[in-house]
């Protein structure tokens, strides 16, 4: 006598994406640290490291890069708690210079 066992008992709990695509890793910034985009950007640059997430206090940053003028940016605590548990991404406003400011956008990678 066969016995009728669903396929699915025989699988172990995976999300969808698991199963399409079982090398689509989670979005960590403590595990794989930080991607940025700098809107209207000429030059700028800015990197958030795995270690100021994981410490998680407010911090200004020069996102000047090559360009000819400076400009800061600040990421508040609650922010990082953000980015610590992986949440999304946040954005942070530039302070003005050379008549502009830019949007920066910090995710996890």
Do not use: R, W
């Not at 998680?56 to 508040?76: L, P």
């Not at 949440?87 to 008549?99: A, E, K, L, R, Y």
């Amino acid at each position: 006598m066969a016995i009728g066992i669903p396929v699915a008992a025989l699988i172990g709990s995976c999300s969808e994406n698991e199963e399409l695509d079982p090398n689509n890793d989670p979005k960590d910034c403590l595990l794989n640290g930080t991607s940025t985009s700098i809107s209207s950007n000429h030059g700028h640059s800015i990197i958030v490291s795995k270690s100021d997430v994981d410490e998680g206090v407010q911090k200004t940053y020069s996102i000047q890069g090559s360009s000819s003028h400076a400009h800061n940016v600040t990421i508040s605590s609650s922010q990082f708690s953000s980015l610590k548990n992986s949440q999304s991404s946040i954005q942070v406003d530039s302070t003005s210079g050379g008549g502009h400011t830019h949007s920066v956008t910090v995710s996890c990678a």
